[in-house]
């Protein structure tokens, strides 16, 4: 965090302003960081601000008039943070009972400037596992390890959970060719795969510019060296703009990704590059997804 700190000292400023709202507005057990910003990998132009306040109790009617007032201080004190801020306002009581569904007690997600009521524990395994490891504690109780403890194979889960939002992005840039490209999701993506790649292998995680380096290390080549210039433009806080060959080079990391999950989990799968259709330089992957799904749900 000290270097993120150093690199953006307005952002310790923000979340010190955020816990001051919060804890003189609500009743709350303890506030928790996690994320980018705990693995020292925050970028203002990529990144997004994690955060999850832990409640004595569920929210009331009165609460949520409480929670327009914080945002509404968070977005004057700074907008460019509060449109990549998510806090996650989670009552403790579903710390411990995560997958029960709650009739009469509510939480609520503030992301992006905007609420969505919840009444289930909102996180992810992998988000369990990276507060556990690396949540850094802003107020209130150190009470990291109520929180669920997520299985050893966490990220194979989260993997395979992620196939279908894989396959739905493989239809968009960096994968097709974009007149209006979105290059910073394009970015998250391609660093996703370095550093989903090395959570499976290791059962740990990695900011995503340690985790580009250590897939260009680990994957000596052409590849290795485009996810470098990728992690070099995220670093830069710049676009992927100036690069050549992205469409082609994110097709090949796409199914070199796939392939090799599979294999680390000493499954070997047909090489996906056959099943791949292009027509007017569009690849269609829908076989290449649906040769997969074979191999998962046998």
């Not at 989260?158 to 196939?163: C, N, T, Y």
């Amino acid at each position: 965090m000290k270097v993120t700190y150093n690199r953006y000292p307005e952002l310790e400023q923000f979340l010190n302003t955020f816990v001051e709202f919060t804890v003189t507005s609500l009743t709350v057990k303890s506030i928790i960081l996690f994320g980018g910003i705990t693995l020292d990998d925050f970028s203002k132009r990529y990144s997004e601000i994690d955060i999850v306040v832990v409640l004595e109790k569920g929210l009331w009617k009165k609460d949520f008039d409480t929670l327009d007032e914080i945002i509404s201080k968070i977005g004057q004190l700074n907008k460019e943070f509060a449109q990549i801020f998510t806090a996650y306002f989670v009552p403790v009581t579903m710390l411990e009972n995560p997958r029960i569904v709650y009739n009469d007690l509510e939480g609520i997600i503030v992301r992006n400037l905007n609420q969505i009521i919840i009444d289930q524990y909102p996180l992810s395994l992998t988000d369990d596992f990276v507060i556990q490891k690396k949540g850094e504690v802003l107020y209130g109780e150190n009470i990291i390890n109520k929180f669920p403890i997520p299985p050893l194979d966490c990220f194979w889960i989260q993997f395979v959970e992620d196939l279908s939002i894989i396959e739905a992005i493989a239809k968009e840039y960096p994968f097709q060719h974009a007149d209006s490209p979105n290059y910073n999701q394009a970015t998250n993506w391609i660093h996703y795969f370095s550093r989903m790649l090395y959570s499976i292998k290791n059962n740990d995680i990695l900011g995503k510019l340690k985790g580009a380096y250590w897939f260009s290390n680990e994957y000596y080549g052409e590849l290795g060296d485009f996810v470098t210039e990728v992690a070099s433009c995220r670093q830069k806080n710049i676009s992927l703009s100036s690069l050549i060959g992205v469409v082609e080079n994110s097709r090949k990391l796409l199914l070199f990704f796939l392939e090799k999950a599979f294999e680390l989990k000493g499954v070997k799968i047909p090489n996906l590059s056959i099943l791949v259709k292009y027509e007017n330089d569009v690849a269609n992957f829908s076989r290449v997804f649906m040769e997969l799904r074979n191999f998962v749900s046998d």
